[in-house]
Protein backbone atom coordinates (compact mmCIF):
# COMPACT_ATOMS: atom_id res chain seq x y z
CA UNK A 1 0.00 0.00 0.00
CA UNK A 2 0.84 3.78 -0.60
CA UNK A 3 0.06 6.76 1.28
CA UNK A 4 -0.01 9.94 -0.03
CA UNK A 5 -0.20 12.90 1.71
CA UNK A 6 -1.67 16.07 0.26
CA UNK A 7 -1.60 19.50 1.50
CA UNK A 8 -5.10 21.40 1.52
CA UNK A 9 -6.05 24.82 2.43
CA UNK A 10 -9.71 25.93 2.76
CA UNK A 11 -11.41 23.57 4.37
CA UNK A 12 -13.33 24.94 7.03
CA UNK A 13 -16.04 22.41 8.62
CA UNK A 14 -16.71 18.64 7.75
CA UNK A 15 -18.70 19.51 5.09
CA UNK A 16 -15.52 20.86 3.32
CA UNK A 17 -13.45 17.46 4.20
CA UNK A 18 -16.37 15.52 2.66
CA UNK A 19 -16.82 17.89 -0.57
CA UNK A 20 -12.66 17.60 -1.53
CA UNK A 21 -13.19 13.45 -0.71
CA UNK A 22 -15.73 13.39 -3.06
CA UNK A 23 -14.03 14.87 -5.94
CA UNK A 24 -10.85 12.68 -5.08
CA UNK A 25 -12.86 9.66 -5.22
CA UNK A 26 -14.84 11.12 -8.70
CA UNK A 27 -10.88 11.66 -10.18
CA UNK A 28 -8.62 8.36 -8.22
CA UNK A 29 -11.52 5.03 -8.25
CA UNK A 30 -8.25 3.72 -8.07
CA UNK A 31 -8.04 4.57 -4.62
CA UNK A 32 -8.50 2.05 -1.39
CA UNK A 33 -9.44 5.19 1.24
CA UNK A 34 -9.47 9.11 1.61
CA UNK A 35 -9.60 10.61 4.81
CA UNK A 36 -9.29 14.59 5.16
CA UNK A 37 -8.75 16.60 8.08
CA UNK A 38 -8.94 20.67 8.09
CA UNK A 39 -7.40 20.84 11.40
CA UNK A 40 -3.82 19.78 9.64
CA UNK A 41 -5.02 20.92 6.40
CA UNK A 42 -4.32 17.81 4.61
CA UNK A 43 -5.88 14.33 2.67
CA UNK A 44 -4.75 11.10 3.20
CA UNK A 45 -4.65 8.42 -0.13
CA UNK A 46 -4.22 4.71 0.36
CA UNK A 47 -3.95 3.30 -3.03
CA UNK A 48 -2.57 0.16 -4.34
CA UNK A 49 -0.28 1.80 -7.02
CA UNK A 50 0.99 5.54 -6.74
CA UNK A 51 -1.48 8.00 -7.78
CA UNK A 52 -1.27 10.56 -9.99
CA UNK A 53 -0.48 14.05 -8.75
CA UNK A 54 -1.43 16.14 -11.05
CA UNK A 55 -5.14 14.52 -11.08
CA UNK A 56 -5.37 15.25 -7.58
CA UNK A 57 -4.60 18.82 -7.98
CA UNK A 58 -7.16 19.43 -10.87
CA UNK A 59 -9.74 17.46 -8.40
CA UNK A 60 -9.15 20.11 -5.59
CA UNK A 61 -8.31 23.05 -6.87
CA UNK A 62 -11.81 22.68 -9.28
CA UNK A 63 -13.26 22.19 -5.69
CA UNK A 64 -12.67 25.95 -4.75
CA UNK A 65 -10.30 24.77 -2.21
CA UNK A 66 -5.82 25.42 -2.52
CA UNK A 67 -3.05 22.38 -3.34
CA UNK A 68 -0.92 22.64 -1.25
CA UNK A 69 1.70 19.95 -2.50
CA UNK A 70 1.34 16.09 -1.81
CA UNK A 71 4.21 13.18 -0.71
CA UNK A 72 3.52 9.76 -1.00
CA UNK A 73 5.47 6.83 0.68
CA UNK A 74 5.03 3.38 1.88
CA UNK A 75 2.33 2.56 4.20
CA UNK A 76 1.84 -0.51 6.49
CA UNK A 77 -1.11 -1.44 8.22
CA UNK A 78 -0.71 -1.26 11.98
CA UNK A 79 -1.47 -4.27 13.62
CA UNK A 80 -2.94 -5.02 17.23
CA UNK A 81 -0.99 -8.04 19.09
CA UNK A 82 -2.15 -10.01 21.82
CA UNK A 83 -0.28 -12.49 23.95
Do not use: W
Not at 35 to 50: A, D, F, M, V
Not at 58 to 74: D, F, K, V
Amino acid sequence: MIRTTVGVDGMMCSMCEAHVNEALRRALPEAKRITSNRGKKQTEILSEEPVDVEKIRTAIETTGYRYLGAESGPYRKKRFFFF
